[in-house]
């Protein structure tokens, strides 16, 4: 319902002023009962000329999937693909399993780390009965690499890991904390903010046996859980009921 049809993309091309492209944009929004709640700087709908559809509240056009995506927070070279509304939460616990992981590999190499380290320190001691009883030599240098690596990784990964628990608390994505969305009363970081409690289950559901298993995740990613909400009225269009009508939101400066 967010696409739009051919005609309707080339009269948005052709309009001669933004004030002209922004009622249409309204019109269109109306007609659909789109549930928006942001706007582009201008005070128009957000609209993304690629891929000719009106974008849904957090969606971005990514320029390397060359597509909108919804709830976007940002394209990941890793794993090249995006990291957004249907894969969110499998990148949190991909970092959550990763740390946990890094710091098994630290915490069970950290004997032979240090015994290495003593050998090197206490070169009169037999560097053959350490190797017989077990504790590193210079053949077993990839020992000392393992620590370091995992360590490295630990912290990297627990950084970014950390930053995106803080964003889900807030309920942000990566690119609304650095550009904040745009609402009737102007930009704000914190306009979808529930709480951290119904944030949590946006991302997580409200199973805790769930949230740390690689299941969907709840909602549409159109419009923000709220349990005293109803979000489908009798036309099957995904609305909420304590928003107010798209139209009139959005003619409002």
């Given at each position: ?9 080339d009269?948005i ?7 002209d ?10 007609t659909?009962?789109?549930p928006?709640?942001?706007k ?14 009106i ?10 999937c060359?597509k909108?995506?919804l ?10 693909s995006c990291?957004?509304f249907g894969?969110?939460?499998f ?16 915490a ?5 780390f240090?015994?290495f380290?003593?050998n ?10 350490l190797?017989?009883s ?31 628990l803080?964003?889900?608390?807030k309920?942000?994505?990566t690119?609304e ?8 009363d ?17 991302i ?10 690689p ?39």
């Open positions: 319902m967010f696409y739009i049809s051919d005609n309707e993309a009269h091309a052709a309009a001669q002023t933004i004030e492209r922004r009622n249409f944009l309204i019109h269109l929004a109306r659909a009962n789109l928006l709640l942001t582009h700087f201008d005070g128009s709908i957000r609209y993304c000329f690629n891929c000719r559809c974008k849904p509240d957090r969606a971005h056009h990514c320029s390397i060359r909108c995506v709830k976007y927070d940002h394209h990941c070279p890793w794993t090249n990291v957004s894969n969110y939460k990148f949190i616990l991909f970092l959550g399993y990763a740390l946990i992981f890094c710091i098994y590999v630290a069970t190499s950290i004997e032979y240090i015994k380290w003593q090197v320190t206490s070169p009169q001691q037999d560097t053959s009965s190797s017989t077990g504790a590193p030599s210079a053949g077993k240098f990839h020992l000392l690499f393992l620590f370091f690596a995992s360590v490295m990784f630990a912290v990297s990964v627990s950084t970014l890991f950390f930053y995106h803080y964003l889900i608390w309920n942000r994505t690119l904390s650095f550009r904040s969305p745009i609402f009737i102007g930009p704000n970081k914190n306009g979808f903010d529930l709480g951290y409690k119904q944030n949590f289950f946006e997580f559901g409200s199973s805790l046996l769930l949230a740390i298993l299941v969907t995740s709840t909602g549409d990613a159109l419009i923000p859980i709220d349990s005293n909400t109803s979000y489908i009225d009798d036309r099957g269009i995904v609305t909420q009921s304590n928003y107010s009508n798209t139209g009139d939101y959005l003619l409002t400066r």
